[in-house]
């Protein structure tokens, strides 16, 4: 069964105090590995795909890598408005599912 | 930016009657999904629809749950009888797998069975 685990489930930091976020996988035949941002009542915002290793993608203050076994979300300098909760989810197999994690809850103080 | 849209936004209910949750995908997308949150759990998948059909569906989704796409546009999910604990965020959310670069997600329904 693919399941992804998430860490740490609860961050805070202070305005521009730069750190990570971890997803780890396991899954038989990744396809693609999401990364989704969840402000509070609203759906998943997506914000990267990365399809295999040592693959890399950046946007603004926000960029993601991929192992064979895990990504991470790393955060340069965040402001107060990159305080959301940060999803990872695969799709692996033949299967349509996109399997979410459970989550990193963010709060970047001011 | 193309977007799902969901109605309502909330939805009240009394445990066993019967709720219609509406979605309009977006319009080139080929595959359809319903996911729920319960309140600070995670995104659990429920259903998956390609070409008319069910492609994959999880445990929650049992006899009580049908999916429905009654047009070219429209992508329902009916709960026959509601439970107590179907009370949850619904998101309805589509796909391009020719691009396979994201999912895309509605606002939601926020589901209250009282």
């Known amino acids: 069964e693919d399941q992804v685990t998430q860490s740490p489930e609860a961050l805070r930091l202070q305005e521009g105090e730069s750190s990570s976020l971890n997803c780890s996988y396991t899954?038989?035949?990744?396809?693609?590995l999401f990364w989704y941002r969840q402000d509070p009542g609203k759906g998943p915002e997506f914000l990267f795909t990365l399809y295999s290793a040592g693959e890399e993608k950046e946007k603004e203050r926000l960029k993601a890598t991929l192992t064979k076994k895990e990504s991470f979300l790393h955060i340069t300098a965040p402001k107060p408005e990159d305080s959301a909760t940060y999803l990872c989810?695969?799709?692996?197999?033949?299967?349509?599912?996109?399997?979410f994690g459970p989550g990193t809850r963010l709060s970047v103080l001011p | 930016e193309p977007e799902v849209t969901q109605t309502p936004s909330h939805q009240v209910t009394q445990m066993g009657q019967e709720v219609i949750l509406r979605c309009v995908p977006i319009?080139?997308?080929?595959?359809f999904y319903w996911y729920r949150q319960i309140l600070g759990q995670k995104v659990e998948f429920l259903v998956s629809?390609?070409?008319?059909?069910?492609?994959?569906k999880s445990e929650i989704f049992d006899d009580q749950f049908s999916v429905e796409r009654p047009d070219g546009s429209n992508f329902t999910l009916k709960i026959r009888s509601t439970k107590l604990e179907d009370s949850a965020m619904y998101f309805c959310?589509?796909?391009?797998?020719?691009?396979?670069?994201?999912?895309?997600f509605g606002s939601g329904t926020q589901l209250s069975v009282l």
């Open positions: 989810a695969v799709q692996a197999g033949y299967g349509q599912n996109f399997v």
């Open positions: 959310a589509s796909y391009d797998r020719a691009t396979n670069e994201k999912l895309f």
């Open positions: 319009s080139n997308h080929l595959y």
């Open positions: 629809f390609y070409n008319n059909e069910i492609s994959e």
């Open positions: 899954v038989s035949g990744l396809r693609g």
